[in-house]
Nanobody, 115 residues
Framework: QVQLVESGGGLVQPGGSLRLSCAASGGSFSMSVMGWYRQAPGNQRELVARIFGAGATNYADSVKGRFTISRDNAKNTVWLQMDSLSAEDTAVYYC?????????WGQGTQVTVSS
């Protein structure tokens, strides 16, 4: 029903920036809570940032002040702007949709922070 496709991952140097995007199709995007999660090798998948339909947001303490989540309901797209990146941010980043239709995950995009 809901399909999510992430893009924008890649290799970036410490202190650099990267912007991830997630394009959604199906369901009702404007009524979905959209989130970014990440999973590093050997770790559990963790919440990075979340944004509600009307724009309210919350962030993990580890990324607060560095990352910004945003959405455009007309484009069915959510972004994650990542600044001041460090090695601890290296992980596969996943987009998630949570609505009355259920919970759906994208396939993930790799973010590697290394010099």
């Amino acid at each position: 029903q809901v399909q999510l496709v992430e893009s924008g991952g890649g290799l970036v140097q410490p202190g650099g920036s990267l912007r991830l995007s997630c394009a959604a199709s199906g369901g009702s995007f404007s009524m979905s809570v959209m989130g970014w999660y990440r999973q590093a090798p050997g770790n559990q998948r963790e919440l990075v940032a979340r944004i509600f339909g009307a724009g309210a947001t919350n962030y993990a303490d580890s990324v607060k002040g560095r990352f910004t989540i945003s959405r455009d309901n007309a484009k069915n797209t959510v972004w994650l702007q990542m600044d001041s990146l460090s090695a601890e941010d290296t992980a596969v980043y996943y987009c998630r949709s949570d609505s009355r239709y259920g919970v759906y995950w994208g396939q993930g995009t790799q973010v590697t922070v290394s010099s």
